[in-house]
């Protein structure tokens, strides 16, 4: 369940058009794992929309500690964390493989 936030109040600065500035220059880098059972991979479209510079990465087969678990995540977030708002390799994503499940008939 997402979490469920009240609006700020009329004419609080959270609610201005100065906050709404600030929003957008921050620069986010959401990792989600396509395997994510804490956190639905959706829910990140609903955080950023009001984040016009985050670039949303999705990482086929990962769960939801994606830096922990993907060599390529973290090569990825160092770049970026070193250089903000650049555009990073990320072909590592693509190469990704997902994990097999197999599951055993017993009688």
Not at 64 to 70: A, K, Y
Not at 75 to 84: F, L, R, S
Request: charged share 10%; hydrophobic share 35%; glycine share 8%.
């Amino acid at each position: 369940m997402p979490w469920v936030t009240p609006s700020a109040p009329n004419g609080s600065d959270t609610n201005s058009d100065h906050a709404a500035g600030l929003l957008a220059v921050v620069i986010t880098l959401p990792l989600v794992g396509t395997f994510d059972s804490g956190t639905a991979p959706s829910w990140v479209d609903r955080v950023t929309q009001g984040l016009p510079n985050s670039v949303v990465l999705r990482f086929p087969g990962v769960g939801h500690r994606v830096p922990p678990t993907s060599d390529c995540a973290q090569t990825i977030m160092t770049a970026y964390v070193d250089n903000p708002g650049s555009s990073v390799e990320r072909s590592c994503i693509g190469k990704t493989t997902i994990p097999t499940f197999t599951a055993s008939h017993r009688q």
